[in-house]
């Protein structure tokens, strides 16, 4: 999806009268991409890199380019041999002035790819500003394909590309509709700090030592929660900051270690206000790249994402929804089936149109895949011209045969997979397979735009050892409906949490927030934090919410993947102007590096380095 709005600054051109001696360089009239008819005949002056320079044995042609396109020049040495020498051998992505009268070029000469591709000049003159020497790695499309350190190391070349130039516009107009939206329904941008007291998302902190609290950290900002809670404590109403947040996670594909979110938060509110608040400015961004979407956004429970899709975040481009056939197999002979039923488990299944055609080797990977996402198999029944075919089917009656080719409306041609777990695990699996064969056999429609809401999250985590922890984050809400839970069985109560999800990615969440200190309390309790922890932790805003809190929610929309998907690229790294690898490096300033004696010293530090790396 590319952007349809012009991206070419406002020119200040100047003339000779305005420009001094004094000036390194001849400053431009025109930008190289916006020359047009009305030019022709004119002298104009560019700035820009030369792109491509072709000596043709006689004739030069260069095609120079900056931010708003290209513009072709040629030297012809009969005409001017000293403009001529001078471009002569020029290196690409040489910085050059060229001054000279716009012509049309000859019509068989046209460039139908150019929006200039009909106009150029023979300069009058030509300064070479700045020289490059031979790149790196060469600034065409092709530069998607070069090894993505090197595209990072030399950053600033790899950013001159128009491509990323698309990009970055692209990211600004997003950021412009956000706050346009945002300021028109009356919040504040406000910053929060960098250097604060941790705030947990979930992830490891980055922590910043502190010079004059010696043995002190700063922890840098998971993301603005406490603070943005504070601001409706304050009376701020409304508040929105498009906020960098760092969190020190282990290796994750298309991953940052430093990211930007669309924090938002409002108060006096409930759940839809925050939700209509967000498809309003979602609307907005998406209309920079030319998609409508409908308010308001289908919302589904967390618990029917899960039953149909298998997902918190399902892709609702296709269908294939889970069939559930526990009831099947309450009773019967298939054991590894109805004992996962007995256990309160599930059995699900997926029909695939067309899938009965799958090779044994397509069969045997699936097998494998089903390992890799953490199920023992998965079972299957191909339906064949010549009946039913699978290695379960020896284990189940003819009823219950029937009974899933009815349920699941598998006909010849058609397969059948199954996934008996409990519903987590089950679900789980089959989500993974879904997207699997929703690839598999093209039913994406890559041109549909499916955004929802997911709603009713639970509101922890449980663990095998009955500990809880928060789903989102502690500052969570539960449900109303669901507050005497929380004394009698907390693991099934869900919460005011929401996540919107856009073609299958969650591109951002938040929550109504407790707003009652004592509520408050009692969830860091569950949490297993005693009062001692909460307070240390806590302290400050379990004291705050002692003067009088308003009911307030939010949420934070990733600023990274919004653009990226708008941009129709599969990485966040695209639209990041200098991202870190995925192993949190910088190659382009080798960051992070080791501080110097003297600086570990003002910070009162040593370091305690792993084995192999004190050695090396
Ligand atoms: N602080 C949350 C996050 O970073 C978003 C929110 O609840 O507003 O995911």
Redesign the pocket.
């Known amino acids: 999806m590319q952007t349809t709005v012009a991206s070419t600054p406002q020119a200040t051109p100047m003339t000779q009268d305005t420009q001094t001696k004094e000036d390194f360089f001849t400053q431009r009239s025109h930008f190289c991409g916006d020359v047009t008819a009305d030019q022709v005949s004119q002298t104009v002056t560019l700035n820009g890199w030369v792109a491509v320079n072709r000596d043709l044995g006689g004739l030069i042609f260069i095609e120079m380019r900056d931010r708003s396109g290209f513009f072709q020049i040629v030297a012809d040495p009969e005409k001017n041999p000293q403009v001529h020498g001078i471009l002569s051998g020029l290196k690409a992505e040489t910085v050059i002035t060229a001054t000279g009268p716009v012509t049309r070029r000859p019509e068989d000469t046209y460039n139908p790819n150019l929006p200039t591709g009909e106009f150029e000049i023979y300069p009058t003159s030509v300064e070479v500003i700045s020289r490059s020497k031979t790149l790196p790695f060469q600034l065409d499309d092709e530069a998607d394909l070069v090894d993505e350190g090197l595209r990072l190391k030399h950053r600033y070349l790899d950013l001159r590309r128009p491509k990323m130039h698309q990009n970055f516009l692209l990211r600004h107009q997003v950021a412009q509709a956000i706050r346009n939206s945002l300021n028109s329904q009356g919040f504040l941008e406000i910053e929060t700090p960098i250097l604060l007291k941790a705030t947990p998302?979930g992830a490891r902190d980055y922590l910043v030592p502190s010079r004059v609290h010696p043995g002190q950290t700063f922890a840098l900002p998971?993301?603005p929660?406490i603070f943005k809670q504070l601001l409706m404590v304050s009376g701020m109403e409304r508040y929105y900051q498009i906020a960098r947040?760092f969190r020190d996670e282990d290796l994750r594909a298309d991953r940052q270690p430093e990211f930007t979110?669309v924090?938002l938060?409002m108060s006096f509110v409930n759940q839809e206000d925050v939700l209509s608040t967000v498809e309003d400015l979602l609307c907005q961004v998406f209309s920079v790249s030319g998609i409508t979407l409908e308010k308001p956004f289908r919302r589904m429970s967390w618990q029917e994402a899960m039953e149909k899709y298998g997902s918190d975040k399902p892709d609702l481009r296709f269908g294939m929804e889970f069939i559930d056939l526990t009831d099947i197999f309450t009773t019967s002979e298939f054991s590894a089936f109805r004992q996962q039923v007995e256990k309160g488990g599930v059995v699900k299944a997926l029909m695939v149109k067309g899938a009965a055609s799958y090779s044994r080797k397509e069969l045997d990977d699936l097998q494998v895949m089903a390992k890799r996402f953490g199920a023992k198999g998965l079972a299957y029944i191909v339906y064949n011209e010549d009946g039913p075919k699978s290695p379960i089917l020896k284990f189940m009656s003819e009823a219950e045969q029937q009974a899933i080719q009815q349920r699941t409306g598998a006909e010849t041609g058609d397969a059948v997979f199954f996934a008996a777990d409990s519903f987590n695990a089950a679900c789980a699996v089959l989500g993974r397979f879904r997207l699997l064969f929703g690839e598999k056999h093209n039913l994406i429609d890559k041109n549909r735009h499916e955004i929802l809401w997911v709603t009713d999250f639970p509101m922890f985590e449980v663990d095998d050892a009955g500990n809880l922890s928060p789903n989102?984050?502690p500052f969570t809400s539960p449900r109303p409906q669901d507050l005497e839970l929380l004394d009698t069985d907390p693991g099934k109560a869900c919460s005011l949490g929401y996540d919107v999800v856009y073609n299958g990615a969650e591109i951002g969440?938040?929550?109504v927030r407790i707003h009652q200190r004592d509520l408050q309390a009692k969830i860091f309790k569950l949490l297993g934090l005693t009062d001692e922890e909460a307070h240390e932790k806590f302290g400050f805003l379990l004291e705050a919410f002692e003067y009088g809190v308003p009911p307030h929610g939010?949420?934070?929309l990733g600023l990274d993947r919004i653009v990226a998907m708008l941009a129709g690229e599969d990485s966040i790294r695209e639209v990041i102007a200098f991202p870190k690898t995925n192993n949190a490096a910088c190659p382009l300033t080798s960051a992070p590096s080791a501080p110097s004696e003297e600086q570990l010293k003002e910070l009162h530090m040593a370091w305690v380095l792993p084995e192999e790396e004190a050695e090396a």
């Open positions: 998302e998971q993301s929660q947040c979110q924090d938060e989102h984050h969440g938040g929550s939010g949420l934070a």
